[in-house]
Structures are given as structure tokens and as C-alpha cells.
């Protein structure tokens, strides 16, 4: 591993905000085209279907939402029809799993407590669900990540820790990159689980109207579990309130992004099976599964430049290697455990270290048991 010193600095401290959010747009106005230009008649044949309440009528004739709702479940209905198409769902779901999960975590960490995009991301990961898909990575999600990180550099560069500060303060703190409790190494993987892992096998194996509807909420319910099995945690485990590296615990690390990881090598077998096969999708699938597969691959290319911009061409490197080899969802959490070795907000500037804990207890380190 590169020690600070022999460390570049990445492209996140050489160039203003304005300059890194230039590719992102871009690439948003790139998806907006490339998705119209792709459209499909059978698609618009969806939207008019549900307009004339012949899809769903339980949901078509709901007022004012109805006609949408009907249009959004039908469209991942048929995108979910046929072996092949399953398969290639399967692979997508495992991506999104994956940036869901790092999403979490960071959602966790102290040094992103100041922004609400990143703090509180139901909000963010709702809007791409329903609406905005890949856009909303690149216009909102994306842009609240470069903009924190400058956040940082820039205080880090231009001030010193303050007195008052302690080491958790988001800029200046030892423990900054630290999750703000322990009890996050159990709620965020249950929930994550539990919220979406759960529903997307479920639209997987039922590809019913229910099924999908439940799966479009998937943020809701990452969010309620991750509070509820956070609050039971610490109940459970009173001193596990206080704040913990995730990555210098190996249990830890496992349990954090075990299941993403394994669904994704899972879903790449299946995929990899399904192209031996003959390819059974109909022409509605077709349309809807491309519309999908554009969509995702262009977060997939936002995703790419994030990494590259704020840890490196190696972390890129490495993200698109086990994506490769392991599937698209192992491909970003591999990329963003090794990425987390490189975040290095200003190596020249003073932290302000743990100096309030007690002489009996040791920092945490791989040694250090997930659960006492």
C-alpha cells in the first residue's frame, strides 16, 4: 500500500467544483439523448395502455397517479419477462445493491453528517427509483459527494481545528471517517437486506404488479429497518453508541458487504448461463430491458469518474476488474473498500486526535471483536 507521502493527490484537490461537475452534466445530457434516441414505440404503447386503463385496472384508475404507477409497474413487469431477462435484471439489481450499500455507509460516516444529500439519502435514492434513474446520479447524488469532499479540502486548507473541536469533528477529526456508532455494522447490512435484497428476489421470482410495487419503495424500507434495527442494537448493546472505522475491523468489513458481493457473483453465473441459452425475450422485453441496460450503464460510467476524480486510476482500475470477473455489485464494493485506503482530504494539515478516550481502550483494529 502507498504511504501518505508517496500518495498523489487525486483530481478532487487540484479543480474547483465547477470544473469536476462538468463531465456529470455532460453525461446527463448524453443519457437524456441516448435514451430518447433509443425509445421505443412498444414503450409509448405502455404509457397509452395504462392512459386507457386496459393495464392494471385496480392502478390505472386510481386518480391522478394512476395512469404513472400503471406505467412504472408494467414497464419492470415486462422488463422482468423471460429467462434472459431475468438474468440481465438480476445483474442490474446487484449493482444497484452494491451503490446502495456504499451509499449507506457513507450516509453513516462522520465526515458526511453536514450534508443532508448524503446524511439523509432516502430522499436522493427515492427520486432515482421513480423518476430520474441515472440523472439523478449525475445532476444530484454524484454532485453532493464532490461538493462535501471540496467542503473538506478547503477547510482543511484555508483554517486549523478549532479548540472546541473534538476527534469527531467532520472536517478536521481523527475519527471523521469513522461511522458515527458501532450499531451501524449491524443495521445498515440487515436493513439493506431486509429493504432491497429481499424485495428485488422477490420481483425476480413473483414479477407480479405487488411484488414491483413494494420493490419501487425499496428506499423506504432500507431507511425504517436501519433505524429500527439501529435503535434495537443499541438497546441490546448500550456502549455501542460510540463511533467505529469500519474498515479496520475484517468481521466487520465482511458482514458490511457480504450480501451484495454474493449476489453479484451469483447474478453473474446466471447471466453468464443465460447467454448459452436461446434468448426467449419478447419484443416489449427487448424495449424495456434496453431502456434499462442504457440507463444503467451510464450511472455505471458516473460511478467510474466519481472513483477516478477522488481516489485514482488504480481504485477504478480495480473496481472495473472485479466487476469484470464477479459482476457489476462485487465490482463496487471491492472498488470501494480499496478506494477507502486512498481518501486523503489534505495530508499536510493538523487532526485533531482521539485524545479523550480512556487509557484503556485501544483503538480499533482488525483484532478488535465486533461484538463484546
Known sequence: MDTPSARPRQAVHHFSLQYLLVVPILLALLTGYILFLHGDTDIYMLWSQCHARSRIPWLSHI?????????????????????????????????????????????ARICNSPSVLIAYPTGPWLAFNLIGGAIVWQLVIIP??????????????????????????????????????????????AAVALGYFVPSLLILVLDSPASIITWLFFPVWVSLARQGLRRATLALKRHWHGTFHLESNKAALV????????????????????????????????????????????????????????AGWRVTAVMVGAAVVLGPGAGVCIGWIYRESTVDPDRSVTVVAVGGRSSGEATPSEETPLLR
Open 63 to 107: 386518480p391522478v397517479l394512476g395512469t404513472p404507477s400503471c406505467f412504472l409497474v408494467s414497464f419492470f413487469q415486462e422488463a422482468l419477462s423471460g429467462t434472459r431477462a431475468v438474468a440481465i435484471m438480476a445483474a442490474i439489481l446487484s449493482f444497484i445493491g452494491g451503490l446502495l450499500t456504499i451509499s449507506t455507509v457513507e450516509a
Open 144 to 189: 453532493a459527494f464532490f461538493h462535501r469532499s471540496r467542503a473538506i479540502i478547503a477547510a482543511r486548507s484555508t483554517s486549523s481545528p478549532s479548540p472546541t473541536a473534538g476527534p469527531s469533528d467532520p472536517n478536521f477529526g481523527e475519527s471523521m471517517r469513522h461511522l458515527t456508532q458501532l450499531a451501524e455494522t449491524i443495521a445498515i447490512p
Open 255 to 310: 458482514g458490511m458487504y457480504a450480501v451484495p458481493i454474493l449476489c453479484s457473483v451469483l447474478s453473474q453465473a446466471l447471466l453468464v448461463w443465460s447467454l448459452t441459452q436461446r434468448d426467449d425475450r419478447k419484443e416489449m422485453t427487448r424495449a424495456t430491458t434496453k431502456f434499462i441496460v442504457i440507463d444503467v450503464f451510464f450511472i455505471g460510467l458516473t460511478v467510474l469518474y466519481w472513483v477516478l476524480v477522488e
